[in-house]
């Protein structure tokens, strides 16, 4: 996977808040963020994620901690949200009101 994202950088990451049951199918929330991925490589910028991470997932310190393991940022370009089937909604952080 980490080798496809330094191949390919340009990435898609979906935020669904569905239970998988048909009975909220159609009230969910998606979020779809696209951007680029870029593996965390400074060592003062991956001590400061590797520990944001370890704060959620402490379970994942040995994997962490293997060789050939890292963290990947999203630096993300544009959000589509869609609230059960109605219309999406785009928003690109970038361009700031």
Same mark, same amino acid.
Not at 7 to 11: C, S
Not at 38 to 52: F, K, R, T, W, Y
Not at 63 to 73: D, H, M
Not at 89 to 97: E, L, N, Q, T, V
């Given at each position: 996977?980490a /080798? %496809?994202?330094i191949? $390919?950088?340009?990435?898609s990451? =979906? *935020?669904d808040?569905?239970t998988? %049951?048909l009975?909220d199918?159609? +009230?969910? =929330?998606?979020v779809t963020? $696209?951007?680029?991925?870029?593996?965390?490589?400074?060592?003062? +910028?991956?001590?400061?994620? %590797?520990?944001? *991470? =370890?704060?959620?997932n402490? %379970?994942?310190?040995k *994997?962490?901690?293997?060789?050939?393991?890292? =963290? *990947? $940022?999203l630096?993300?370009a544009? &959000? /589509?949200?869609?609230?059960? &089937?109605?219309?999406p909604?785009?928003? +690109?952080?970038?361009? $700031?009101?």
């Open positions: 996977k /080798e %496809n994202m191949a $390919r950088p340009t990435v990451l =979906l *935020f808040n569905r998988g %049951n009975e199918h159609g +009230d969910g =929330l998606l963020a $696209r951007g680029t991925a870029g593996q965390v490589s400074c060592e003062e +910028d991956s001590a400061i994620v %590797n520990a944001a *991470f =370890l704060a959620k402490p %379970n994942m310190e *994997f962490l901690e293997s060789p050939g393991v890292g =963290l *990947f $940022r630096d993300v544009m &959000y /589509e949200a869609v609230h059960g &089937y109605d219309k909604i785009s928003w +690109d952080p970038r361009k $700031r009101k």
